[in-house]
């Protein structure tokens, strides 16, 4: 489906509508959040989940510079004062976000927007830098399915699970990850950590940033937010550890960078919320905070607690900036919920 729509976006690219159609665009209501993870190439780091990569560096560079030519970035700051009513937004704004904070932001976003002159927001889970944990778990699982010599093993809760070729072990990744999702985080992280040793030894997986590069990075106008303290999936915590998690990692976030810490505002770890959640962000003292729903928002913002994005998977220059437009950012949502309630 990615495949047929990139060709789609190609043909509208190549005939000029897609260009006539930014051109027109004069709206100051709406505003486009577009969400990446790593910015790497695929193979540069074979120990960690290549699932993450939104965009390799030469896609990402010609990303942002249709960003540069055809719409206008704009800072957290106007945002939140276009939400409070202060401001009007550009035509055509976004707002470009990154998730966990991999040193490949550093290496390869960071020298492109400074580059090109765009503000950005990287959201960081705040008991990660300069930890000498192993990693985020979905690496470590990912290097064990990669590194194990097993041809399958017992998991607990899940039966049997193989891995004798590639293409089983990608299935077993989607499993094995799908159903960690669906325990309580501790539990989740004993659980894995079972699974893991059954698999193989594991290298540390570590790439998060440490705080002193934060701090340069958000002295040279890097807005770093809250992306929760664990990295724990807010509707997988109880009300006490959420209310703890939110408020450690907002107040870490002050602490670490002083004068540079931007407005209180939270991405939810694997943009997993619900009612519940978004009343927590809010009892923690945060403004704005984004979640899971895809879509292109409107401000001031219908729900500052779930702010909508748009998640980038390695697409081309031209699906890219197709999804940029309303009526394209529409089908997509609709695409998604459809496919959720074909598998519920």
């Not at 993870?37 to 010609?62: C, K, M, Q, W, Y």
């Not at 807010?234 to 959420?242: A, F, G, I, K, V």
């Not at 979640?291 to 998977?313: K, N, Q, S, T």
Request: aromatic residues 6%; proline residues 6%; negative net charge.
């Amino acid at each position: 489906m990615k495949a047929m729509a990139g060709q789609a976006a190609s043909i509208l690219a190549r005939c000029g509508l897609l260009s006539a159609l930014e051109a027109v665009d004069r709206g100051t209501h709406r505003v486009r959040v577009i969400a990446y993870h790593r910015i790497d190439d695929l193979d540069a780091e074979p120990d960690l989940d290549p699932g993450l990569v939104s965009a390799t560096p030469e896609n990402f560079r010609a990303q942002m510079e249709a960003i540069a030519s055809h719409y206008t970035a704009i800072g957290l700051e106007q945002l939140i004062a276009a939400h409070r009513g202060g401001e009007g937004l550009p035509p055509r704004a976004v707002l470009l976000t990154f998730d966990d904070g991999y040193q490949d932001f550093a290496d390869h976003a960071w020298p492109v927007l400074e580059s090109l002159g765009l503000p950005a927001v990287l959201f960081v889970p705040t008991r990660f830098p300069d930890a000498a944990g192993p990693g985020f778990w979905w690496d470590r699982l990912h290097a064990a399915l990669t590194r194990t010599r097993e041809a399958s093993v017992e998991v607990s809760g899940l039966g049997r699970i193989e891995f004798e070729d590639e293409g089983s072990r990608r299935a077993a990744h989607k499993i094995l990850r799908t159903h960690a999702k669906t325990l309580d985080h501790n539990q989740a992280m004993d659980w894995l950590d079972q699974v893991i040793e059954q698999l193989a030894e594991v290298p540390s997986v570590h790439r998060v940033l440490g705080w002193d590069a934060l701090r340069e990075l958000a002295s040279e106008g890097l807005s770093v937010c809250s992306h929760g303290d664990r990295h724990a999936l807010c509707t997988r915590l109880s009300p006490e550890d959420l209310a703890e998690d939110l408020m450690v990692s907002r107040k870490r976030i002050e602490a670490e960078l002083g004068e540079w810490a931007p407005p209180p505002v939270i991405a939810y770890p694997a943009s997993a919320s619900n009612a519940a959640v978004r009343e927590a962000a809010r009892s923690a003292g945060y403004e704005l905070a984004f979640g899971g729903r895809r879509g292109i928002d409107r401000v001031p913002l219908e729900d500052a607690f779930e702010v909508m994005r748009l998640p980038v998977h390695r697409y081309g220059t031209a699906l890219f900036r197709a999804q940029l437009r309303p009526s394209v950012s529409r089908l997509g949502r609709a695409l998604i919920d459809g496919r959720a309630r074909l598998s519920a």
